[in-house]
């Protein structure tokens, strides 16, 4: 059982370079969500998506698109990154009512 | 506007010695209140959460609404206790997660 996967897991980017973080979950939820992880800040909500064909945004979106591609799939796309985007992405799964939200193993990025 | 608040950065503590995580939040109506916790080269995965009320790893936590907060408490600690800890509130029905900043535990032998 994979759980929730994201590929790649190690990025390094130019500025103004554009990119698809991918994430599939194999767990049949309905909510997925994208966050970004950085030192002092912990984990801040990029957007979500509480069903397929729904997404919405989190309390950090500029400079992020997300697509909710099918029910198991939910990409984020930078299309001109930023040295600001540099993080660590982190893809996660749940349900209403679930006990606990399910993680990715996350995806490193590095813009320079 | 809902926040979540851990003042400390890092701990460091000896084994066998008792370890506290502290976490307040900022929430008008009943959040649910969860730890995870982040062991290196691992994901976030779930530790506890408030409405079980039980102890995982010999962790516990309790919900105190009067003072808002939710402080993570282990009496002995182990050396692989060593990770980040974050606190994280869930206040809808679409299961999104407001974390604080995260606590890493250092735990010397």
């Not at chain 1, 997925?32 to 950085?38: G, L, S």
């Not at chain 1, 540099?86 to 679930?98: E, H, I, N, Q």
């Not at chain 2, 010695?17 to 994901?43: I, M, T």
Request: charged share 20%; glycine share 8%.
């Amino acid at each position: 059982n994979a759980g929730v996967t994201q590929t790649p897991k190690f990025q390094v980017l130019k500025t103004g370079q554009s990119m698809t973080l991918q994430c599939a979950q194999d767990m049949n939820h309905n909510s997925m969500y994208w966050y970004r992880q950085d030192p002092g800040m912990g984990l801040r909500l990029i957007y979500y998506s509480a069903s397929e064909g729904t997404t919405d945004k989190g309390e950090v979106p500029n400079g992020y698109n997300v697509s909710r591609l099918n029910k198991r799939e939910f990409s984020l796309r930078l299309e001109s990154a930023a040295p600001s985007q540099t993080s660590v992405y982190f893809c996660a799964s749940s349900d209403p009512g679930l006990p606990e939200a399910f993680f990715g193993q996350g995806t490193r990025l590095t813009v320079v | 506007a809902q926040r979540v608040t851990q003042p400390e950065k890092l701990l460091s503590v000896f084994k066998g010695a008792p370890v506290e995580l502290k976490c307040n939040y900022s929430y008008s109506g009943s959040p649910e209140l969860f730890w995870y916790v982040q062991y290196s080269r691992q994901r976030l995965q779930l530790l506890l959460r408030h409405i079980s009320r039980e102890s995982i790893k010999g962790f516990t936590a309790d919900l105190n609404k009067g003072e808002t907060s939710f402080h993570l408490k282990k009496p002995f600690a182990q050396e692989e206790d060593s990770a980040m800890y974050y606190c994280a509130l869930r206040g809808d029905s679409w299961g999104k997660l407001q974390f604080g900043a995260g606590t890493q535990v250092v735990v010397t032998p």
